[in-house]
């Protein structure tokens, strides 16, 4: 029998790297390799999410969540996964899609009213992004008890965030994992706010981590600005579920550095100097420094990143330059497998619409 005790999160997040770049006493990091990957995906992400919010103000996107602050939170993430296991992204995870080698403007096309997922799926091994809060937890959990039925070595990673655990969707997605010994990281990405509603009003809980304990699921607390901290808490969690030791509840404190998106004015709910509090501690800027001071990193191969990522900019605004190539009659594709009456018709009213307007 697993006790309380084993499913409690610690009383204060796990840090590997501290806020000014140094390592913290007796921490075991991830290999060199993997943190000089990690600062060069998050250097890539940061300069991507830069050119799709400039994209977005030039009305090139309908919109767009960034997710300038989190890198470590997503790339940490990703770079956890096996080349097997399954990514269930929200609308704010546009880094760690690209991160997981999904062509940018195939992931820029639900954001821009093209289509409802403009990647294949199964081909990435990436869930569509999912804009309904939680909705995709239980996908997720779907997914992985499926893989433990079929005998699959399959692991499902589902992203969420602060305000997707005030829903009942993460309730019955986090009782079923944990009932069900599923597959299933559940990483939820604390940036403070869910969209304008602080943490402080929807829950009363010590930390989101705590909730796992009401489950019968451990639960973790991590520094969701530290790349190394996430990356390894994440990987552990995975081999954890990939053993049949069943589920983890991450809670990853951070920080969303801009407005909830373009739509939205985050200064009538939140004050300047608290962004700026949180600026200062950058994920890439920390683990840059400790990269430098170890002598894992220099200026060349630096520029060398910086560089890598003005072209991956570079590509995604000339991809986006062109129009894209719309059928509207795909409006009626994947609604049902049969499709209904009602529909027919009404796709059959669009067309005549359509063909007329052609014809004029």
Known sequence: MTTIEALLPSDTPLGLIDADGHRRAGASLPENETLLELYRRMTVGRRFDAQATALTKQGRLAVYPSSHGQEACQI???LALREQDWLFPTYRDSVAIVSRAVPPVEVLSLLRGDWHCGYDPYAYRVAPQCTPLATNTLH???????ARLKGEDQVALVL??????SE??????????????????FLVQNNGYAISVPLSKQTAAPTLAHKG???GMRSRLVD???AAAVHAVVREAIEHAAAGEGPTLIEALTYRIEAHTNADDASRYRDSDEVRAWLERDPIKR????LHDAGLLDDATEAGFAEQAERFAADVREAMNADAVVDP???????YATPTPALLAQRAELMAELDEEARA
């Open 76 to 78: 940490g993430a990703v």
């Open 140 to 146: 997720a959990v779907g997914l992985g008890h499926a």
């Open 160 to 165: 969420l965030g602060d305000g997707a655990t």
């Open 168 to 185: 009942g969707d993460t309730h019955e997605a986090l009782n079923f994992a944990a009932v069900w010994k599923a597959p299933v990281v």
């Open 213 to 215: 304990v009401g489950y």
């Open 224 to 226: 969701g600005n530290d």
């Open 287 to 290: 683990l840059r420094v400790y």
């Open 329 to 335: 009659a795909e409006l009626f594709e994947h609604v």
